[in-house]
């Protein structure tokens, strides 16, 4: 007797969710490039510019509220009744550089991009980023006018679809790094087995049918990428290398304005990035990128690894006994889902204690002491494990729904 209800409630709120999507912003898409700079002790944002293309693929419903809080987060705000239009929360490099020895006694700087759906009339556009402890460390508030003369039309894009579940599917992009003209078979070989890959463990398994994912390749000068530790330099098409932060094994790419050229039209609200390379290591940046080697032969658990970063904000769960503190203070509950400081844990999975499949397991988020992972072993603290755990999985399961489904 209450199925009848339920769909109508159902059909009613994304009636709903789709009028406000109309109501305040077109079916295009807005990019906003920004510079992210400072020190450990201070930040600072830059706008660089606008531009703006046809088609919107994130989601046009749960919009006024982030699905995660993040380290920083993007509003699109109406400017006179300050209403929220749309949110979405972000990690970035800016920030894990922060937290090194090189941000005690020098100042840098780094893009970022983001892409939000283009309003109707003039917004206020706030980033925000937060510190360790939750609180507000820097904000840039400019207007968007989408009238604006000067902001650039991006023409459209050729990509290649490798799998397609509709037009209110979860877009991934894949684009290459360090393969040559020769090479470009091999990077769509790579591309399917990442697809490949993703698809192959659980829960992305019992949801494959949420997920499209297209390829865009770009041509890179030399094969491979650069290994600063190994004093090896590439031309390559986003510059990426390996020793970030002095770490052999963290791959990554400051190039985030040239990546989303490359991008350009494509439906993107997740990029992986696929390095032509079999030297292990990688990346993964909440709402930001995933990057992987292409040839190692950890491939597929990396790429699921690291892709459970960026697309449900999911911590490390192993620890360094040189970082036992100061990344996740005592007194603040940790925004990722899967590592808990107990300041709030009700917050967390203490309502899946009682099923008796995860526990409190001290050490997490690369902190011998004073965080918590939920169980001993999980795909987000050693290769050698499989599967996702129960919290884990649970974290991806409601970043889809929150994705798809208006009711969420």
């Given at each position: 007797?209450?199925?009848?209800?339920?769909?109508?409630?159902?059909?009613?709120?994304?009636?709903?969710?789709a009028?406000?999507?109309?109501?305040?912003?077109t079916?295009?898409?807005l990019?906003?490039?920004?510079?992210?700079?400072g020190?450990?002790?201070h930040?600072?944002?830059?706008?660089r510019?606008?531009?703006?293309?046809?088609?919107?693929a994130?989601?046009?419903?749960?919009?006024?509220?982030?699905?995660?809080?993040?380290?920083?987060?993007?509003?699109?705000?109406?400017?006179?009744?300050?209403?929220?239009?749309?949110?979405?929360?972000?990690?970035?490099?800016?920030?894990?550089?922060?937290?090194?020895?090189?941000?005690?006694?020098?100042?840098?700087?780094?893009?970022?991009?983001?892409l939000?759906?283009?309003?109707?009339?003039?917004?206020?556009?706030?980033v925000?980023?937060?510190?360790?402890?939750?609180?507000?460390s820097?904000?840039?508030?400019?207007t968007?006018?989408?009238?604006?003369?000067?902001?650039?039309?991006?023409?459209p894009?050729?990509?290649?679809?490798?799998?397609?579940?509709?037009?209110?599917a979860?877009?991934?992009v894949i684009?290459?790094?360090?393969?040559?003209?020769?090479?470009?078979?091999?990077?769509?070989?790579?591309?399917?087995r990442?697809?490949?890959?993703?698809?192959?463990h659980?829960?992305?398994?019992?949801?494959?049918?949420?997920?499209?994912?297209?390829?865009?390749?770009?041509?890179?000068?030399?094969?491979?990428?650069?290994v600063p530790?190994?004093g090896?330099?590439?031309?390559?098409?986003?510059h990426s290398n390996?020793?970030?932060?002095?770490?052999?094994?963290?791959?990554?790419?400051?190039?985030i304005?040239?990546?989303?050229?490359i991008?350009?039209?494509?439906?993107?609200?997740?990029?992986?990035?696929?390095?032509?390379?079999?030297?292990?290591?990688?990346?993964?940046?909440?709402?930001?990128?995933?990057?992987?080697?292409?040839?190692?032969?950890t491939?597929?658990?990396?790429?699921?690894?690291?892709?459970?970063?960026?697309?449900?904000?999911?911590a490390?769960?192993?620890?360094?006994?040189?970082?036992?503190?100061?990344?996740?203070?005592?007194?603040?509950?940790?925004?990722?889902?899967?590592?808990?400081?107990?300041?709030?844990?009700?917050?967390?999975w203490?309502?899946?204690?009682k099923d008796?499949?995860?526990?409190l397991?001290?050490?997490?988020?690369?902190?011998?002491?004073?965080?918590?992972?939920?169980?001993?072993d999980?795909?987000?603290?050693?290769n050698t494990?499989?599967?996702?755990?129960?919290?884990?999985t649970?974290a991806i399961?409601?970043?889809?729904?929150?994705?798809?489904?208006?009711?969420y």
């Amino acid at each position: 007797m209450k199925t009848v209800p339920f769909i109508i409630a159902i059909f009613l709120s994304a009636t709903l969710s789709a009028q406000s999507f109309q109501a305040h912003f077109t079916d295009s898409t807005l990019r906003l490039d920004y510079v992210f700079c400072g020190n450990a002790s201070h930040s600072a944002i830059f706008f660089r510019e606008a531009s703006v293309f046809s088609g919107w693929a994130g989601r046009k419903h749960n919009l006024g509220e982030p699905a995660l809080r993040g380290n920083g987060q993007i509003r699109v705000k109406d400017p006179s009744s300050g209403e929220t239009l749309y949110v979405n929360s972000f990690s970035s490099l800016f920030q894990e550089w922060q937290s090194t020895e090189e941000a005690q006694k020098l100042d840098k700087a780094f893009e970022n991009t983001f892409l939000v759906p283009c309003p109707r009339h003039p917004v206020r556009i706030e980033v925000v980023l937060f510190d360790n402890r939750a609180r507000q460390s820097c904000i840039i508030a400019h207007t968007i006018d989408p009238r604006d003369i000067l902001i650039r039309s991006v023409a459209p894009t050729e990509s290649t679809v490798l799998k397609d579940s509709g037009k209110d599917a979860i877009d991934i992009v894949i684009v290459s790094e360090g393969y040559t003209a020769r090479e470009k078979s091999k990077f769509y070989d790579d591309a399917l087995r990442a697809v490949q890959a993703l698809f192959s463990h659980e829960p992305f398994t019992s949801v494959r049918d949420k997920f499209s994912v297209r390829a865009v390749f770009s041509t890179s000068e030399h094969s491979g990428v650069s290994v600063p530790g190994k004093g090896e330099w590439k031309n390559t098409t986003l510059h990426s290398n390996f020793d970030t932060f002095y770490s052999s094994r963290y791959l990554t790419t400051s190039y985030i304005w040239g990546l989303y050229d490359i991008i350009g039209t494509t439906p993107a609200e997740h990029v992986i990035v696929i390095a032509n390379t079999p030297q292990y290591g990688g990346g993964g940046i909440f709402n930001n990128i995933t990057l992987v080697t292409s040839d190692h032969p950890t491939f597929a658990r990396v790429l699921v690894h690291e892709f459970g970063h960026a697309f449900a904000g999911l911590a490390d769960e192993y620890a360094y006994d040189e970082m036992a503190e100061t990344v996740y203070p005592a007194d603040t509950e940790p925004w990722e889902p899967n590592i808990t400081t107990q300041a709030d844990f009700a917050s967390k999975w203490a309502d899946m204690l009682k099923d008796g499949t995860v526990g409190l397991y001290e050490g997490g988020g690369n902190q011998t002491k004073g965080v918590w992972r939920p169980v001993p072993d999980c795909r987000m603290r050693t290769n050698t494990y499989p599967d996702f755990c129960p919290v884990c999985t649970r974290a991806i399961l409601r970043t889809v729904e929150y994705s798809v489904t208006p009711t969420y």
